[in-house]
């Protein structure tokens, strides 16, 4: 089933490549897949897209925590958390949080 997630989104976005809510489609189902390099790839798509894109940041950082890819994991989730700040949204400080406690120590 997640294979023909993926291979459908695939096609949005090689058909749209500007939507953006295609490419974030095409990551989430790649994360699903556990294709987690193709995963982080398409969220960093997303967040070229729009900058500005919380959860495409959050879910970048998740990637790179279960890829072991620390420095670039808590690049994301602190910018995942910039932007909740900046948006007025308390809600992804808990998942950052338990994403950033699996995070090694300095």
């Known amino acids: 089933m997640t294979t023909d997630k993926i291979a459908r989104f695939a096609a949005f976005v090689e058909k749209d490549p500007d939507n953006k809510l295609h490419r974030f489609a095409l990551a989430q189902a790649l994360y699903q897949g556990g294709e987690l390099e193709r995963a982080e790839a398409a969220f960093g798509d997303c967040l070229e897209k729009d900058p500005e894109w919380m959860v495409a940041a959050i879910k ?7 890829l072991a890819r620390w420095d670039e994991a808590r690049r994301w989730l602190d910018r995942g958390a910039e932007l909740a700040e900046a948006q007025h949204h308390e809600e992804p400080f808990e998942e950052i949080r338990e994403l950033m406690d699996q995070l090694p120590g300095d």
């Open 60 to 66: 970048r950082g998740r990637c790179c925590v279960e």
